[in-house]
C-alpha cells in the first residue's frame, strides 16, 4: 500500500534521527514532478509566449494529484547505539537477520507530519516544576467516575510532576483513577499495552539488603491496561516523576514503539535475537546469564505498563540515594532526576554517556517531538 509522503527539510529529517524512518523521495519521482510542472506551464501560457488562459477569462478548474509509490527509507539507528528492531508480541521464535537493522512497524501507518508547538527551555525545567506549555490545573480536582481497576478513568486533568525525595508515593489503583484518557497514537503497541504485568521477584530492586528495604519490588505489578500515552501517566504518577520527562525519555529509547529492541549482539533468549535491551524504555533484560536486570524478563517485553512500573521503579531508587554504589562513578545524592535519567543508559552517575543522553532527552522534551507522532 502507498505511503503518504511528507516532505521535509534536513534539518528536520536530521532532528528526527532516531525516530519513525521518513520517506524520502525518489529521484525518478522529481524528474515527473518536473515534467508535470513543465506541462501545467504550458497549459497555462498557451504554450507559445500567449497571455496565461486565465487571463483570457478562461477559468483552470483544478490539476489532477498523482500518488507516488516512496522509495523505502533507509534505516536509522534508534534508542542506543547498537541496532534495534521491532519483534511481535507472539514472534517467540524471532530472530536477528544479518543485516540487522531497525524495523518499521507492521500495518500501513503513513509518516508523521510536522506540527508546530511551543518550545519549552530544557534549562528552565526542574523537578516538580509543570511544563510551561502543560501548566497544572490550581484548585481541587474533581473527583473521577469510577472505573475498573488498572484501566484509565479519565483523571482530574492535573499533569504528574515529580515528587521530592521522601514523598509518599500514590499506589497503581490512585493513579489509574487520576490519569486523563487519550487516545492511541501508535496502534502498533495495543498487544503490548493490553498485557497486565504481575508480581516479580528476584530483581535488580531486591539484589541487596539496602536496596531491598525500599520495598519497591513489591510495589511492582504493572497492573494497567491503556493508551501508550495513558501509562505511561500511571508509571509517572505511580513513581512521582514528571509525565513530560517521561515522555521525552521514552521517544529517546525507543520512538513510543513498546516492541523496540536493543543493545543486540549479545547472548539472550531466542525470541530477541540477540537483542538485551527490550520494550518501550528499554530494559536490559534478555541476555541469558549476567544480565543487567534479572526477574523480568519477558514480561518487560510482554507487558507496557511492566517495563515502565521497572524502568521508573529503578530511577525512583537512584532519586531517592539508595544506590550507593554510585557514589563510586560521581557526586551521588538523592535529589538529582536527571543525573538519575542519565544513569539509565550509562550505568554511570554523571559521566560523559549519561550527559550526551540528558542532553539529546532534554532535545525531545523541549521541541515534544512524540507530540507528532
Known amino acids: 500500500m502507498a505511503e503518504r509522503t511528507t516532505v521535509t527539510t534536513g ?57 507516488v509509490e516512496p522509495t523505502a527509507p533507509a534505516p536509522v539507528p534508534v534508542g542506543r547505539a547498537r541496532p534495534t528492531l521491532i519483534v511481535g508480541l507472539s514472534d517467540p521464535g524471532a530472530t536477528l537477520p544479518d543485516d540487522a537493522g531497525p524495523r518499521p512497524p507492521t500495518g500501513s501507518a503513513t509518516a508523521p507530519t510536522t506540527t508546530t508547538t511551543a518550545p519549552t527551555d530544557p534549562a528552565s525545567i526542574e523537578a516538580g516544576t509543570p511544563s510551561p506549555t502543560r501548566p497544572a490545573a490550581a484548585g481541587t480536582a474533581t473527583t473521577p467516575a469510577p472505573a475498573q481497576a488498572g484501566t484509565a478513568a479519565g483523571g482530574s486533568g492535573a499533569r504528574f510532576v515529580t515528587l521530592p525525595p521522601g514523598s509518599a508515593l500514590p499506589s497503581g489503583a490512585e493513579c489509574a483513577a487520576r490519569v486523563r484518557s487519550t487516545p492511541e497514537n501508535v496502534p502498533e503497541n495495543t498487544p503490548y499495552n493490553q498485557t497486565r504485568g504481575h508480581a516479580v521477584t528476584g530483581t535488580y530492586l531486591s539484589i541487596n539488603t539496602a536496596i531491598a528495604a525500599n520495598d519497591y519490588e513489591r510495589r511492582l505489578d504493572g497492573d494497567f491496561v491503556g493508551t501508550t500515552d495513558e501509562i505511561i501517566q500511571w508509571a509517572s504518577c505511580k513513581w512521582g516523576f514528571d509525565e513530560d520527562i517521561v515522555r521525552a525519555q521514552v521517544y529517546a529509547e525507543s520512538t513510543w514503539y513498546a516492541g523496540r529492541l536493543g543493545d543486540c549482539g549479545e547472548q539472550t533468549h531466542a525470541r530477541t535475537g540477540g537483542c538485551a535491551s527490550v520494550g518501550l524504555i528499554q530494559v536490559r533484560s534478555a541476555e541469558t546469564s549476567g544480565t543487567h536486570h534479572p526477574g523480568v524478563y519477558p514480561i518487560a517485553l510482554d507487558s507496557t505498563a511492566m517495563n515502565l512500573d521497572y524502568a521508573l521503579a529503578v530511577k525512583r531508587l537512584c532519586f531517592e540515594g539508595k544506590e550507593s554504589w554510585l557514589a563510586q562513578t560521581g557526586p551521588y545524592g538523592p535529589g538529582d532526576e536527571w543525573n538519575c535519567l542519565g544513569r539509565w543508559f550509562s550505568g554511570a552517575f554523571g559521566d560523559g554517556g549519561s550527559l550526551d543522553y540528558q542532553r539529546r532527552v532534554r532535545e525531545i522534551l523541549a521541541e515534544r517531538t512524540w507530540e507528532r507522532l
Open 11 to 67: 534539518r528536520d529529517r536530521a532532528r528526527r534521527a532516531g525516530g519513525r524512518p521518513l520517506p524520502v523521495l525518489a529521484a525518478t519521482t522529481t524528474v515527473t514532478a518536473a515534467v508535470m510542472l513543465a506541462a501545467v506551464a504550458t497549459l497555462l501560457t498557451g504554450g507559445g509566449g500567449q497571455e496565461p488562459m486565465a487571463a483570457q477569462g478562461e477559468t483552470v478548474a483544478s490539476i489532477a494529484t498523482v500518488a
